[in-house]
């Protein structure tokens, strides 16, 4: 009797199904090779640039957005907050992906962001719906804060740890670069700050068609141990076979509640309340301070996000080079305190040149990259610390907190820098008014006394005609008419004028005392660098790592042949 033959089903319905449970099922039952897991880790690095350039890409055209929606500063800002409020709970909702798993959440919640950002926010017909849907978008986006870095964490040992967040902290980073690189290229006369949101949209749908059919992660029993180096690679699937997970779900939340990781995810929250402003309000301050225009204010950011990019490649790693984080996030604290003890003080010098900010931001740029990446390092080994199997469930407290951080933050804001809505509202229409009304104002600053009686009668006709003639002979039929025809303009002026030149006046001082409170935030975030995990001293992490090793050799020559 011939051997059956061996053949690959290929019927429709069983290739459907199997086609299916790929896109579902992502599990990878052995930690992938070298080649492999640097894709994973790109996929990850670049759904999270995409995401937050679509998040972000509405603060580049927001004075847009604003006069397109007839929307006050305020209104705009307080979408910021109740989508940061939103964003902060469902952050605490991703704390389920230890249970759920990462990448599901990941690839589906970027096809949700390309779909709403694509479809919906350009096509809002009023700033209710606006609002809505930028709150749908922050809800995914707090979410995805959660599963992609416990992506990274799951597929980078702790020696490239810092490396690895570095790249995936490069995230918001370059995904504000994207945003005010495209912005200052396409944004002209023939483009509208819907076609912005679109670009984003249609990038982000890409991005979720890559990661569709590319993206894994490990299994619960492989991701919920801890990692040092690639050596450790046969323990931890030989471990795998008699781990416990139920066991190690158990206590999560409570396991997390603790100063190390509640303290320091509240500590770099504040710190970065400076990025917070840079991303959503930049352009507002340059614009009402120093008069800069959109793609000036996008230009000037480059500096910012290209300084802080490169410095969290390069720190981290050295970081992993040297197998140490805290001396990165004091040096980057220190260095970030110096700059923007500058920038603060360049609040209110009106002469300040664009080259000097630039180099201001620079500066903040690096140091905060300097002490940023190092920090994610270091947050996700000391949750590790605790319980490997509940990173995702530390990243959720540490997301809830940032998020809460900045709704609070951009609430505050207006109620620091109050000068912003008059001058966001109405400063362009006063200035317009007052260049078109220069000529009828001469006539008027020569007639004082005049123009103040005449200005006690809405129209001619109940103006007495003694007081007409009066006008007639000492001003001129001429430059009656002429303030006659800059009504408008000067009823503009009447209405608006006095409360924006003087919030124009209060503008440089409110937005330094909010620098001031933005370099509180930055002290503040230092003390809790001696609590977390890790060495700071070269010298003796190495010599942890030596003494890891022998006892990972040794404990795989006990491993029997049927446990590797």
């Not at 937050?52 to 603060?59: A, E, G, M, R, S």
């Not at 504000?176 to 700050?193: A, D, I, K, R």
């Not at 670009?199 to 982000?204: E, P, V």
């Not at 894994?216 to 492989?222: F, G, I, N, Q, T």
């Amino acid at each position: 009797m011939s051997a059956p033959s061996i053949e690959a089903d290929t019927r429709p319905e069983r290739v459907t199904s199997r086609l299916g449970s790929g896109l579902w099922n992502r599990q990878l039952a052995h930690y992938p090779e070298s080649g492999r897991r640097y894709g994973y880790l790109a996929i990850v690095v670049v759904t999270t640039i995409v995401l937050y350039y679509q998040l972000y890409v509405q603060f580049s055209v927001s004075t847009a957005i604003l006069t397109h929606y007839r929307m006050t500063f305020t209104y705009f800002v307080f979408i910021s907050v109740v989508g940061n409020a939103v964003g902060a709970f469902a952050s605490l909702l991703a704390g389920l992906a230890d249970r759920w798993g990462r990448a599901n959440l990941t690839v589906y919640g970027t096809l949700l962001v390309g779909l709403l950002v694509t479809f919906g926010v350009p096509n809002a017909p009023d700033k209710f719906s606006y609002a809505v849907l930028i709150t749908l978008v922050s809800l995914v986006e707090g979410m995805i804060l959660v599963t992609t870095p416990a992506l990274v964490r799951d597929f980078s040992p702790q020696l490239g740890r810092a490396t690895a967040m570095g790249f995936w902290t490069m995230g918001p980073v370059i995904g504000s670069l994207v945003v005010t690189m495209v912005t200052s290229h396409t944004y002209s006369g023939s483009t509208t700050w819907q076609d912005e949101i679109r670009y984003a949209g249609i990038t982000g749908l890409v991005v979720f068609a890559v990661a569709l059919f590319g993206l894994r992660e490990l299994s619960p029993r492989l991701r919920d141990q801890i990692m040092v180096s690639l050596r450790d690679r046969a323990l931890i699937e030989a471990r795998a076979k008699g781990l416990d997970e139920e066991a190690l779900q158990r206590g999560q939340w409570r396991q997390m509640m603790r100063l190390d990781v509640v303290g320091s995810a509240f500590a770099i929250s504040v710190f970065l309340l400076l990025y917070y402003v840079a991303v959503g309000s930049f352009t507002v301050y340059f614009a009402t301070t120093f008069g800069y225009s959109l793609q000036r204010t996008a230009g000037l950011l480059n500096w910012y996000w290209a300084g802080d990019a490169v410095a969290l490649l390069a720190v981290g790693i050295l970081s992993d080079r040297l197998r140490v984080r805290k001396p990165f996030m004091l040096v980057g604290g220190v260095g970030s305190m110096v700059f923007l003890t500058m920038f603060a003080l360049d609040a209110t010098r009106p002469g300040t040149g664009y080259y000097t900010f630039a180099l201001t931001v620079l500066g903040i740029g690096v140091t905060g990259g300097i002490a940023f990446g190092p920090w994610m390092a270091s947050f996700t080994e000391t949750v590790e610390k605790h319980n490997p199997a509940a990173t995702a469930t530390g990243l959720a407290v540490y997301g809830w907190i940032n998020r809460v951080v900045v709704a609070a933050s951009v609430a505050v804001l207006p109620l620091v820098v109050t000068s912003v809505t008059p001058l966001v509202e109405h400063g362009a229409q006063v200035k317009v008014a007052a260049q078109e009304a220069a000529p009828a104002l001469a006539v008027i600053d020569a007639h004082p006394q005049l123009f103040a009686q005449l200005a006690a009668y809405p129209t001619a006709a109940q103006t007495p005609p003694a007081l007409l003639a009066q006008a007639v002979q000492e001003v001129g039929p001429a430059d009656l008419a002429l303030v006659a025809k800059a009504k408008p303009q000067l009823t503009v002026l009447t209405q608006y004028g006095a409360s924006v030149q003087k919030a124009a006046a209060a503008n440089p001082g409110n937005w330094q005392t909010w620098w001031w409170v933005c370099l509180g935030g930055q002290l503040l975030f230092l003390p809790f660098i001696f609590g977390m995990a890790g060495r700071w001293s070269p010298r003796r992490a190495r010599e942890d790592f030596e003494e890891h090793q022998r006892t990972i050799a040794a404990q795989l020559e006990e491993l029997t042949p049927a446990q590797v």
